[in-house]
């Protein structure tokens, strides 16, 4: 069964501080790994995937096959970081387009 | 102005009354998805479609009912098996994967639905 866990339910930090949010995944074959962001009154919207090597926002993730991770992070938060972020994975073209999410990680960046 | 439309934006329903909420996008999309969102559980698959006439159920499908007649619309039923409705429900699309450019998921702005 695909299963993505996201351990925290809240992550605080200060401006300027690291920010590492945590993904798990749960997944027997080789799946796609996506970062979705929802702010204050916006529409949740795609942040990255991995398959895409980027960084958006000074955000990254690295998928970690051996630890199945996919933690996001930033090196200096930012206040306009405060969000929503889920971490949700794909399985393989043939199961099709549905993402499994995880239940959510909100960020508090504290000035 | 490309994007994907939830209507309504909140909805009251009385115990044992069915709902429609509607999704409707101009995307050109082929899938369409159905999510229902409780604080603390993340987005939970209700029911998705990736061509038009035809749909499966998501991990969490009983009670809903959906239809896909057209390819931009995709409506969801929540019927009065469903026991515990109250939610936000969020309406994705997406391009089906090897159809050309995948941006991932659009999601619309969700409807709040409230049993009373």
């Known amino acids: 069964a695909q299963r993505v866990t996201q351990p925290e339910k809240l992550l605080s930090v200060f401006k300027g501080a690291p920010v590492e949010l945590k993904c798990n995944y749960s997944?027997?074959?080789?799946?796609?790994l996506f970062w979705y962001v929802q702010y204050s009154r916006q529409r949740l919207q795609l942040l990255l995937r991995?398959?895409s090597r980027e960084s958006i926002k000074g955000f990254t993730a690295d998928l970690n096959k051996g630890e199945t991770s996919f933690h996001l992070k930033k090196p200096f938060a930012q206040e306009e970081d405060s969000a929503m972020y889920y971490c949700a994975l794909r399985g393989p073209m043939e199961y099709g387009n549905k993402l499994v999410f995880g239940a959510g990680t909100i960020l508090r960046v504290k000035s | 102005d490309g994007g994907i439309t939830q209507s309504p934006k909140y909805l009251f329903r009385k115990e044992g009354q069915n709902v429609t909420l509607s999704c409707e996008q101009n995307?050109?999309?082929?899938?369409m998805y159905w999510y229902r969102q409780d604080p603390g559980q993340g987005l939970r698959l209700i029911y998705y479609s990736q061509i038009v006439n035809d749909f499966q159920k998501g991990d969490i499908a009983e009670g809903y009912s959906v239809s896909r007649e057209k390819k931009e619309s995709f409506p969801l039923t929540v019927t009065s098996a469903q026991k515990n409705p109250t939610a936000f429900y969020l309406c994705a699309s997406s391009v089906n994967r090897g159809r050309g450019r995948d941006y991932g998921y659009t999601f619309g702005s969700g409807t709040r639905l409230t049993v009373v």
């Open positions: 997944y027997s074959g080789s799946p796609e």
């Open positions: 995307l050109n999309h082929d899938a």
């Open positions: 991995h398959i």
